[in-house]
């Protein structure tokens, strides 16, 4: 089974930074099965990112993906207010089990 | 526009058991597999169970498998999940999902609890 560690835990930064996500896989994952995700509180959360680098519809071009093997980052390049949440990294490679990162919280500093 | 819809969570005593359902709208169910996911209180996702398109094909995470069971009516549009001998630690938000990961229902909340 393939973990997925996501660091850091919580970044702490100001509206108009760049923020970059980190998620480790314990193997190579295949064919860079590799998604994320976004949640707010209180919401189901949003596909933002599948196959680590191609934008899910609708998801403004501030929202970057990269990375293969086992290392990938998200990157959103300039934060708006509404970016700050709770993001997630998947990888669903050629089994149907889905396994999830531990989440990085995007906070307001 | 497509929507799921969860429903049947609720209190339930450890060693109950609780039906989820899910209700799809918007697109051609009976063409894609679906995913349970859940999410307990304060925590991250963990994926619980995955079903063909046509049924013919079920998976479980190991957490789960012996005590809870997927199933799908395609003639309904509607996804399950048949939770039996529960236990405080499956207290949570269960979400389904299509196959793509694009589409979310809104979760049910489940609570195990004496």
């Known amino acids: 089974e393939i973990v997925l560690t996501q660091s850091p835990g919580t970044l702490s930064l100001s509206p108009g930074e760049r923020a970059t996500l980190s998620c480790r896989a314990s193997q190579s994952v295949s064919s860079s099965y590799l998604a994320w995700y976004q949640q707010k509180p209180g919401q189901a959360p949003r596909l933002l990112i599948y196959?680590?680098?191609s934008r899910a519809t609708g998801i403004p071009d501030r929202f970057s993906g990269s990375g293969s093997g086992t290392d990938f980052t998200l990157t959103i390049s300039r934060l708006e207010p509404e970016d700050f949440a709770v993001y997630y990294c998947?990888?669903?490679?050629?089994?149907?089990?889905?396994?999830f990162g531990q989440g990085t919280k995007v906070e307001i500093k | 526009q497509v929507q799921l819809v969860e429903s049947g969570g609720g209190v339930v005593q450890p060693g109950g058991s609780l039906r989820l359902s899910c209700a799809a709208s918007?697109?051609?169910?009976?063409?894609?597999?679906m995913h349970w996911v859940r999410q307990a209180p304060g925590k991250g996702l963990e994926w619980v169970a995955f079903i063909r398109y046509d049924g013919s094909n079920k998976y479980y995470a190991d957490s789960v498998k012996g005590r809870f069971t997927i199933s799908r009516d395609n003639s309904k549009n509607t996804l399950y999940l048949q939770m039996n001998s529960l236990r405080a630690e499956d207290t949570a938000v269960y979400y389904c999902v299509t196959d793509t990961a694009i589409y979310w229902g809104q979760g049910t909340l489940v609570t195990v609890s004496s």
């Open positions: 998947q990888q669903y490679g050629s089994s149907p089990k889905w396994t």
């Open positions: 918007g697109f051609t169910f009976s063409s894609y597999g």
């Open positions: 196959g680590a680098s």
